[in-house]
């Protein structure tokens, strides 16, 4: 069953930094664009960070020069490095293979200011 799990969320004070995972299953996940949103409660889906099935990388302005996305294909993980984090940046994190449209369950991310 193909599948996507995130994990690294938690409460983090604001400044601080967290390591978001989302480990896929099945073929293609090596190759595919994976992408991480966020939805933070009462607003719509934004897209954080992404790997394009072309490798490169793009990120939401919002999180520029903060955040990373960084893929290892050995562990079948896409990583979301996040430092200086801020209050605003509070939402659930989601992880997108965007080849097959398969979303994680999501990882919850606080920041206290």
């Known amino acids: 069953q193909v599948q996507l799990v995130e994990s690294g969320g938690g409460l983090v004070q604001a400044g601080g930094s967290l390591r978001l995972s989302c480990v896929g299953s099945?073929?293609?996940?090596?190759?595919?664009?994976i992408a991480w949103y966020r939805q933070a409660p009462g607003q719509s889906y934004e897209l954080v960070a992404m790997?394009?099935?072309?490798?490169?990388?793009k990120y939401g302005d919002s999180v520029k020069g903060r955040f990373s996305i960084l893929r290892d294909n050995a562990k079948s993980t896409v990583y979301l490095q996040m430092n200086s984090l801020k209050p605003e940046d509070t939402a659930d994190y989601y992880c997108?293979?965007?080849?097959?449209?398969?979303w994680g369950q999501g990882t919850q991310v606080t920041v206290s200011s």
């Open positions: 099945g073929s293609g996940f090596s190759t595919n664009g």
């Open positions: 790997f394009t099935s072309e490798g490169i990388t």
């Open positions: 997108n293979d965007v080849q097959r449209g398969i």
